[in-house]
């Protein structure tokens, strides 16, 4: 079974720039999640999907950020303008159901904003 | 406010010398605990889920133990590939059902 695949792996841009992340879940998995991660810090959840509706956006932070899943497969996660203090690494998860299931990660997109 | 509080934030260890990694919670009823191991450069592995008080769960050298109010990642014997973060993450039986995860214990097996 392929995991939670994620492009890119790494971008860099200078702030006030837009950028995008894309992620595949694993096939039938319902629910997808984006994470933000910081250095030295936990995931911090920014978006739960369940199929293609929103189920928890109350960390995303909605002036900057955005994120989409059309057909309830495919996501994108959006920044713009980005800042400084948006260098960290972006994590896309996936659960079967969501609500009950494990969360399975992908490889992450370290971004870095000079 | 439901949190988590992984200790100690960095171990050292000798091969071989085992060890446990802490994760202390507070959360309005707990539905889950899960354990993750993060290599650099890597998204989190899931390791185990832990539902309720005294449950135990072992994979090679690992074993998770559970009780009302903190989770042990148990490591016997380990190896330089053992190297790694740990998180710990909680979901509440409540609400959007969301991880809450800690700031991980970085691990380090010396040869």
């Known amino acids: 079974e392929a995991g939670v695949a994620q492009s890119p792996r790494y971008k860099i841009i200078e702030k006030r720039q837009s950028v995008a992340f894309w992620c595949n879940p694993i096939?039938?998995?319902?629910?997808l999640y984006w994470y933000q991660q910081i250095l030295g810090q936990g995931p911090k959840l920014l978006i739960q999907?369940?199929?293609?509706?929103?189920?928890?956006d109350s960390q995303l932070p909605k002036d900057r950020f955005s994120a989409e899943r059309l057909k309830g497969v495919d996501s994108t996660l959006k920044i713009q303008p980005a800042k400084l203090e948006d260098s960290a690494v972006y994590l896309c998860?996936?659960?079967?159901?969501?609500?009950?299931?494990?969360?399975?990660f992908g490889p992450g997109t370290r971004l870095t904003v000079l | 406010e439901d949190q988590v509080t992984q200790s100690p934030e960095a171990l050292r260890l000798q091969e071989g010398e085992s060890s446990s990694l802490n994760c202390s919670y507070t959360?309005?009823?707990?539905?889950?605990l899960f354990w993750y191991r993060q290599d650099p450069g890597k998204g989190p592995e899931f390791l185990f889920t832990?539902?309720?008080a005294g449950e135990e769960k072992e994979k090679e050298r690992l074993k998770a133990t559970l009780t009302k109010k903190e989770s042990f990642l148990h490591i016997t014997a380990p190896k330089p590939e053992d190297s790694a973060t740990y998180l710990c993450?909680?979901?509440?039986?409540?609400?959007?059902?969301?991880?809450?995860f800690g700031t991980g214990t970085r691990l380090k097996v010396l040869a």
């Open positions: 998860a996936s659960s079967r159901s969501g609500y009950t299931d494990t969360q399975y």
């Open positions: 096939s039938g998995h319902a629910t």
């Open positions: 999907f369940q199929n293609n509706g929103v189920v928890d």
């Open positions: 959360v309005s009823g707990l539905r889950g």
């Open positions: 832990l539902y309720s």
């Open positions: 993450a909680v979901q509440a039986s409540a609400g959007t059902y969301k991880y809450i």
